[in-house]
């Protein structure tokens, strides 16, 4: 008489049940821990496993989660990373991770702004256009910054070496020699003009001048 085919115990399949034969349980196969079931294993038919990459793409800022052992896993948003970091390699089966973005040197700025997906990029600041003569450029540290005039210094000082990247700094207006003295130092419309030296003023007769030094004209008093 024929029989029906028997019942198989949990994680197993009936292979090779039919004719005079009455067939044997062989356990499910297993998926692997990058596979998920793409057939189920139940009666006579066996599980069949594919890989996690053969399922569709999750889309951009996606990725497909715990995906494997037999589960298809679930799509994802990429996470957030925290300021002044940015996202590799989110995407397809793989969450990515999370980089420290560069940061600009001294004489660097930022030509292109480090975003969730892309790192920072920075130039150096001599790429850009030199500034005028009497002025300098604040480039640097991360900003492209601006040409500044050269500042003036305090009453009896000049600017020097103001220029590039540099403001320069103040330096003291050089001496002249005995009955001479300095003009046009650190003046507010030149402040890297040093001066020069010129000969006191005489005064008219029956004068002389009176406290002619450095950088004070003095002034006449009566014999």
Same mark, same amino acid.
């Given at each position: ?14 292979? +090779?049940? %039919?004719?005079?034969?009455? *067939?044997?349980?062989?356990? @499910?196969? !297993? #998926?692997?821990?990058? =596979? &998920? $079931? /793409? ?10 496993c ?38 590799? +390699?989110? %995407?397809g089966?793989?969450? *990515?991770?999370?980089?420290? @973005?560069? !940061? #600009?040197?001294?004489? =660097? &700025? $930022? /030509? ?28 640097g ?18 600017r020097?070496?103001?220029g %590039? ?59």
């Amino acid at each position: 008489e024929c029989k029906g085919c028997k019942a198989c115990p949990e994680a197993h399949y009936l292979s +090779g049940c %039919g004719g005079s034969n009455e *067939g044997a349980c062989e356990p @499910c196969a !297993v #998926c692997g821990d990058s =596979e &998920y $079931e /793409a057939q189920k294993c139940e009666g006579t038919q066996e599980r069949i496993c594919a890989t996690c990459g053969m399922l569709p793409a999750c889309g951009a800022g996606k990725f497909r989660s715990e995906c494997g052992h037999g589960g298809e896993g679930s799509c994802a948003e990429c996470a957030a990373c925290p300021a002044e970091h940015f996202s590799v +390699g989110c %995407g397809g089966l793989s969450g *990515g991770s999370c980089h420290e @973005c560069t !940061v #600009c040197a001294a004489g =660097e &700025y $930022e /030509a292109e702004p480090c975003t969730a997906t892309s790192d920072r990029k920075c130039a150096a600041c001599s790429s850009l256009a030199a500034c005028d003569a009497g002025e300098f450029s604040t480039c640097g540290d991360g900003k492209k910054g601006e040409c500044q005039a050269c500042k003036a210094c305090e009453e009896g000082s000049f600017r020097a070496s103001c220029g %590039g990247s540099s403001e320069g700094t103040c330096e003291s207006c050089p001496g002249c020699s005995h009955g001479t003295v300095r003009v046009s130092c650190g003046l507010a419309d030149a402040p890297m003009e040093e001066g020069h030296c010129e000969e006191c003023k005489s005064c008219a007769e029956g004068e002389f001048r009176s406290g002619c030094v450095y950088m004070n004209e003095g002034e006449c008093a009566a014999c």
